[in-house]
């Protein structure tokens, strides 16, 4: 990894990256007695991706419309998870690495979810980040600049390589954040889709050792 400056600002995609998406949707279909495949779930991404892009809604609603139109789940089933998103599980790094990067700059979740998600996720992972800022605030969705235009004005930040944006996922995050000029930082999660990056990590706290080295 190229010598970088040290983050003033750390951005997380959080479903993929903080939080295990994959395993959380597969386990709360199988409690609804449905299962789900690599390829289902690619599929469902797909369309809440496609569903996003239209008007706003809430991210429990889309997430409920694709478990329903991909994969058969009733509708009282598909609200129950869609509400519960946020209470899927962080990867077991995740607490760690955001603890021992907020020691270094300030972190911040920018997520395609609701606020209550946001409630939900950071009391899995036992303590708050500095901000979680999801598209309910910001009323659209990643891949869409206007999310991170959304976070610049609200936290003050500049475009540039001193906000490193963290995400598993190219089409939803890195993207975009290259376009931006800020520094991409891809995790390569089980479930990622890679792209642009700077600097390549195996989970948070590789990239929290990372991170302090360069601040010695």
Same mark, same amino acid.
Not at 66 to 72: C, F, K, N, P, Y
Not at 119 to 125: D, E, H, N, Y
Not at 195 to 208: F, I
């Given at each position: 990894?190229?010598t970088?400056?040290?983050?003033?600002?750390?951005?997380?995609? *959080?479903?993929?990256?903080?939080?295990? +998406?994959?395993?959380?949707?597969?386990?709360a279909?199988?409690?609804?007695?449905?299962?789900l495949?690599?390829? !289902?779930?690619? &599929?469902?991404?797909?369309a @809440? #991706?496609?569903?996003?892009s %239209?008007?706003?809604?809430?991210? /429990?609603?889309?997430? !409920?419309?694709?478990?329903?139109?991909?994969?058969?789940? $009733?509708?009282?089933a598909?609200?129950?998870?869609?509400?519960d *998103?946020?209470? +899927?599980?962080?990867?077991a790094? #995740?607490?760690?690495?955001?603890?021992?990067?907020?020691?270094? !700059?300030?972190?911040?979740?920018?997520?395609?979810?609701?606020?209550?998600?946001?409630? @939900?996720? @950071?009391?899995?992972?036992?303590?708050?980040?500095?901000?979680?800022?999801c /598209?309910?605030?910001?009323?659209?969705?990643?891949?869409?600049?206007?999310v991170?235009?959304?976070? $610049?004005?609200?936290?003050?930040?500049?475009?540039?390589?001193? +906000? +490193?944006?963290? $995400? /598993?996922?190219?089409?939803?995050? =890195?993207v975009?954040?290259?376009? =931006?000029? =800020?520094?991409?930082?891809?995790?390569?999660?089980?479930?990622? &889709?890679? %792209?642009?990056?700077? *600097? #390549?990590?195996?989970?948070?706290?590789?990239?929290?050792?990372?991170?302090? $080295?360069?601040i010695?």
């Amino acid at each position: 990894m190229e010598t970088l400056a040290p983050p003033t600002l750390l951005t997380f995609d *959080v479903f993929g990256t903080v939080l295990d +998406w994959r395993r959380g949707l597969r386990d709360a279909l199988a409690g609804e007695g449905i299962s789900l495949d690599d390829d !289902a779930f690619d &599929r469902v991404i797909d369309a @809440q #991706a496609a569903a996003e892009s %239209g008007s706003f809604r809430r991210y /429990a609603d889309i997430t !409920a419309e694709s478990l329903e139109s991909v994969l058969g789940a $009733s509708p009282e089933a598909a609200a129950r998870i869609g509400a519960d *998103v946020g209470t +899927w599980p962080p990867y077991a790094d #995740a607490a760690e690495g955001l603890r021992r990067l907020m020691r270094i !700059a300030p972190c911040v979740a920018i997520t395609n979810s609701d606020l209550h998600h946001g409630v @939900q996720a @950071q009391k899995g992972l036992g303590f708050r980040l500095d901000d979680w800022i999801c /598209a309910e605030e910001s009323r659209c969705y990643k891949p869409d600049p206007e999310v991170w235009r959304f976070v $610049s004005e609200r936290r003050g930040a500049a475009f540039g390589p001193t +906000w +490193w944006h963290v $995400s /598993a996922y190219a089409d939803y995050d =890195l993207v975009t954040a290259r376009d =931006l000029g =800020l520094t991409c930082v891809y995790v390569a999660r089980p479930h990622a &889709r890679p %792209g642009p990056k700077d *600097v #390549a990590v195996g989970d948070l706290l590789e990239l929290a050792a990372f991170a302090e $080295s360069l601040i010695g």
